[in-house]
């Protein structure tokens, strides 16, 4: 999907919410277990619950390799279910890949060919030739590690290197690569008080915003200096969406979940 197909979705849905797909068999409803997929069973429920509020489901590849060849199987039904009946809507696979070119190589095929995701997230820290094979990719975007939701994040990303700090290191030396105009960058929703010197380095590009419902992030103080001309930013929000509730009403209290997120989001864009 081109980044201009994806504004114009916000547009007209007048969200840019992002649903994470982050499935746990202890978590889903128990009468779910009894279905030959519970994962894409549960997956397509929300899906078709939700599908109107937000613009793009990220399943973090995480909540399926831990199920093995079944949980691979259920992340591919459910890219599968998605592209054949909401070919509009945006799919990320959160999979936090990166390494050697020809490495690369192989996991962007993975992601774009195989399960033919819209984009998927990279790591930045073996650098440019190794996020430069997922740039590659047309109409493909690599969503790069910027300064990331969890504490952690100050460990190294908030460090100084050559006199600045090292996402904003990230940040400004990613636009130089080639094909660049592909990137977009994760900013976690709990550094919102940062995203104004974010905007400072890349005014126009796209930020995954994960971290509000769960971690606590704030949608209406992301978007304070978070949006940009065309929007740029895609809200994530997993468990408070998914696991609303635990009875036979999931998929309905999810989308309640989902559309309260979605009326502040028209809120703010019709501000
Ligand atoms: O890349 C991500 O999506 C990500 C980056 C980050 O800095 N923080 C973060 O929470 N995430 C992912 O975003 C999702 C957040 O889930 P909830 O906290 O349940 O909304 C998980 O899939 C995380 O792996």
Known sequence: M?????????????SFLCIGLDVDLNKIPSHLLKEEDPIF??????????HHLCVAYKPNTAFYEAYGLKGW?????????????????YTIADAKRGDIGNTSTM?????????????????????????EPFLAFKNKHTIMLA?????????????????RE??????????????????????????????????????????????VGAQGGNLQDVCTYGLSENVGLLINSSRGIIYASKNEDFATKAAIK???????MAEILNQ
């Open 2 to 14: 081109t980044t201009q197909e994806l504004i114009a979705q916000i547009k007209k849905k007048n």
């Open 41 to 50: 069973a549960f997956n397509k429920a929300i899906i078709d619950a939700t």
């Open 107 to 131: 996991y962007a095929k993975a992601f774009f060919e195989d399960l033919a995701f819209d984009s998927v997230t990279v790591a930045p820290y073996m650098g440019k030739d190794s996020v």
């Open 166 to 211: 090292l996402y904003k290191e990230v940040l400004e030396t990613s636009k130089g690569w080639k094909n660049s105009e592909n990137l977009m960058y994760v900013v976690g929703a709990t550094k919102a008080e940062y995203f104004k010197e974010i905007r400072k380095i890349v005014p126009n590009s796209f930020l995954l915003v994960p971290g």
């Open 147 to 163: 300064l990331t939701s969890n504490e952690g994040a100050f460990d190294f990303q908030t460090k100084e290197v050559n006199g």
């Open 73 to 89: 199987q259920s992340l591919e039904k459910t890219i599968q279910y998605l592209n054949s009946n909401y070919p509009e809507i």
């Open 258 to 264: 989902a559309a309260e997120l979605q009326q502040e």
